[in-house]
């Protein structure tokens, strides 16, 4: 570089010399045209020649014409260079070419670095939102599709013949499918099912696959990548990338970040994957413990209501069960009982107790010894908790029910009149599960038409609410409420005990709350077809 750039081309110092400047040089007149350039430039620049306008870079050219000549960039060849302006005298102005590939490309990198971090980051925050597993694979193929590729499969491990399967098309439409042994017929695929690492895309060829993994109208293949969806110690599936023809092929980094996507997506489809077995054997198990259905059973009309202390839950510790006439036990059996304490380690000793009823059936004509047996059930168990219970063996006589009523340790029922009048049953005994021995006191009753007899448990009398949320229900308060259902069928008996317990406590705590009402039909009086002559009378 010359000592000064104050020096004019004709008949002065070059104002770009080769030996001295440290990059590529060009100087261009007021027109555009080039006045100099050093060896660097020419080099960079062949097409360039002295008295000749710069046509190439155009980015150059065009930044030179710009009124305000400021710094601009642009690519030369396979490079990118920026271009830093110099005024010259007489009204040129040379260029400055430093070279920024390097960097540039650093700066790319960095920058998909951070898209890639990105994505990955929401990608993981809404997979883990939903641990549904259908959700959570059309979420999959979406974001492979969007992200990774122009289309994407999801395919999930099963027991069964077919394979569930998930896809998303190049126009982002979720299609839910199976597909059967054909994985075999894919290279890679069946590997990957297995959780074995990925076969490199470039040793897959597309012309290979066969028409179930391409998704309708998305043409020729042009690269085809497959990874595994590694779960929480088994496999979690299978994600199936595919490019179209036009597309460039899938490259190293590429599948590298695709197996970063699927670690993270096998992650959250493990997770539903479990949710979902132990949301079915939950169930499964649940099914045995929730309150039977209740309905007419010989004559007589059954119905019972439950409410577990926490509203989210579905089990508790209060049940009751109806077992219809059997050839060992000619009456109906009307059980409810109240385990001590509440929550799922309550409901399990409830469906225990429930079986051992069940099993003691036969002997279901004698309250007392089916109890004695039950209570030495239960104190033979390593559980140390006890139950309350009301057994009632019913049975119609014409238009009455007579029933047989044995509490053991728990509040007696009652019984309400067609009148109003409500009576409380002469019956108690010990709680079961807690003493050697235990006494029961049973008592019979009879209900004429239209009359119930009303079992409940002390989550009813017990629940506390009303004006100041600390007084509780109370035996006269239900006795009252009883009263007011006089005439009422059994459902609806049930459903005014629970609402008006329900409104008592409002949103306050309670224990579990079970009531079963027996109620004696109140028959039907059929007109005869003239309308005028009595008709029938039907129970």
């Known amino acids: 570089m010359a000592p000064s750039p104050d020096h004019a081309r004709t008949g002065a110092p070059s104002v770009v010399s080769a030996a001295a400047a440290p990059c590529p040089v060009v100087v261009l007149n007021a027109d555009g045209c080039v006045v100099e350039l050093n060896a660097a430039a020419s080099a960079l620049l062949p097409d360039a020649r002295v008295d000749q306008p710069l046509s190439s870079p155009h980015w150059l050219a065009g930044a030179h014409r710009a009124a305000d000549a400021t710094e601009t960039r642009g690519a030369v060849g396979e490079g990118f260079f920026s271009a830093h302006p110099s005024a010259v005298p007489g009204g040129s102005t040379a260029w400055w070419l430093v070279e920024e590939t390097a960097y540039r490309s650093v700066v790319e990198e960095l920058e998909a670095e951070r898209r890639r971090t990105r994505f ?9 939102s939903s641990l549904n597993l259908g959700r959570c694979m059309e979420l999959t193929a979406r974001l492979a599709a969007q992200q990774l590729a122009d289309a ?38 069946q590997e990957a099912l297995r959780g074995f690492p990925p076969v490199p895309s470039r040793w897959i060829d597309p012309a290979s696959a066969p028409d179930w993994l391409i998704p309708e109208g998305f043409g020729e293949i042009g690269s085809l990548a497959i990874t595994p969806l590694p779960g929480q ?54 099914r045995d413990l929730l309150p039977p259905v209740l309905r007419h059973v010989q004559g007589v009309e059954f119905a019972g209501g439950y409410r577990p202390s926490v509203d989210s839950d ?22 409810l009982g109240d385990v001590c304490g509440k929550g799922l380690e309550a409901a399990v000793l409830t469906g225990k107790i429930r079986n051992t009823l069940q099993a003691l059936l036969p002997m279901g004509d004698d309250h007392a010894r089916m109890l004695r047996l039950l209570n030495n059930a239960m104190r033979n168990s390593h559980h140390t908790r006890f139950v309350t219970l ?44 807690v003493l050697p021995e235990i006494a029961t006191r049973t008592a019979q009753v009879r209900l004429a038409p239209g009359e119930t007899c009303l079992l409940f448990t002390d989550g009813v009398t017990e629940a506390k609410g009303g004006p100041l949320g600390d007084a509780m229900f109370g035996e006269q308060r239900l006795k009252r409420a009883a009263a007011e259902c006089a005439g009422m069928p059994a459902e609806a ?14 949103d306050g705590p309670h224990d579990d709350i079970a009531v079963l009402a027996i109620t004696a039909p109140r028959g039907a009086h059929l007109s005869a077809v003239d309308g005028t002559t009595p008709g029938r009378y039907t129970a």
């Open 493 to 506: 008996v049930v459903e005014h005990i629970q609402m008006l317990t329900a409104e008592w406590i409002g």
């Open 390 to 433: 009301v057994l009632a063996s019913v049975r119609r006589e014409d238009h009455d029910v007579v029933l047989r009523l044995t509490a053991a340790g728990h509040p007696a029922p009652l019984i309400v009149r067609r009148e109003g009048t409500v009576e409380e049953v002469d019956t108690g005994g010990s709680l079961i599960g």
């Open 233 to 286: 110690g088994v496999p979690a599936g299978a994600l199936v990338l595919l490019r179209r023809a036009q597309q460039a092929a899938f490259s190293a980094s590429e599948e590298a970040f695709a197996g970063l996507f699927a670690a993270r997506a096998g992650a959250a489809l493990s997770a539903a994957r479990l949710y979902a077995e132990q949301n079915t054997i939950a169930d499964t198990l649940m």
């Open 152 to 189: 994407a499969l999801v395919i999930a491990p099963s027991t069964a013949r077919k394979l569930p399967m998930v896809v998303c098309d190049h126009r982002g439409r979720i299609t839910h499918t199976t597909v059967s042994g054909a994985v075999h017929g894919v290279p890679g695929l």
């Open 120 to 128: 990955l980051a929401e990608a993981s925050s809404a997979l883990l």
């Open 314 to 335: 579905r089990i508790g510790g209060d049940f009751y069960d109806v077992h219809p006439p059997s050839a060992d036990c000619p009456e109906t059996l009307a059980v």
